[in-house]
């Protein structure tokens, strides 16, 4: 009996240390229930408006996102005209990308080769099982989000690779991503018309 009630402590302290210690009670739960509906949902459809530094350069593009957890994941050019209507498509389980249209790969941002379009999947990626560092409620105008900041747990603040994630606390919807390599912003993108889906629950009825 003891065993079993040791055990049950133990999770409300698992919970409130998901966050590495840094943040609020309630937006360390809010971040943990936030990263369920992530590791359930299905596919999602987005728009986002992605900029890319590389310092000397800035490209932004606007981006049509499709993705589907066992399917691909499409990402629709809309900005800037001249590559318009380009498509990226990443199958499900690859990391290689494939081009209906001009290449739009501008080179890596990182020493592992991160790229603007990768930036999708590398921001959905840490949504899921990145390891949440820092979790807090943010004024916004009249309104809240809650914001994650995921790193490596072996890095201090600034070094690495460092993702940072807003989401609406409601509907769970991500409207803002940044990925910063050694304390410089090189992804930022701003999110709209966010739409998840998640496969419905099996029936609980017991069978006749």
């Known amino acids: 009996m003891r065993e079993k009630v ?14 590495g210690g840094t943040g609020e009670s309630g937006a360390e739960e809010l971040a943990l229930e936030i990263r369920s509906r992530y590791i359930e949902m299905t596919a999602c459809t987005a728009h986002l408006e992605l900029t890319a530094d590389y310092g000397q350069r800035v ?9 589907e957890k066992e399917g691909e994941t499409c990402l629709t050019i809309t900005a800037p005209e001249n590559v318009a209507g380009t ?7 690859e990391t290689a990308l494939e081009y209906d249209g001009v290449m739009v ?7 592992e080769g991160l790229s603007p379009m ?5 921001l959905f990626a840490d949504a899921r099982e990145g390891f949440l560092a820092e979790c807090t409620l943010e004024d916004w105008d009249g309104s809240q989000r809650l914001h994650v900041v995921c790193r490596d747990p072996e890095e201090a603040p600034g ?3 460092e993702t940072e994630l807003w989401f609406d ?6 409207v803002r991503g940044e990925i910063s390599v050694e304390g410089s912003t090189v992804i930022q993108s701003e999110w709209s018309d966010f739409q998840m889906s998640a496969a419905e629950a099996e029936s609980s009825e017991p069978r006749a």
């Open 87 to 93: 498509v990226a498509h990443i199958a499900n389980g």
């Open 59 to 67: 490209y932004r593009y606007g981006v049509d996102l499709s993705w």
């Open 169 to 174: 606390p409601d509907s769970g919807a991500l």
């Open 118 to 122: 990768d930036a999708v999947p590398a």
């Open 159 to 161: 070094a690495g690779r």
């Open 105 to 111: 790969e501008t080179g890596a941002l990182d020493e």
């Open 6 to 19: 040791c055990a049950l402590m133990m999770i409300p302290v698992l919970l409130l240390s998901a966050c």
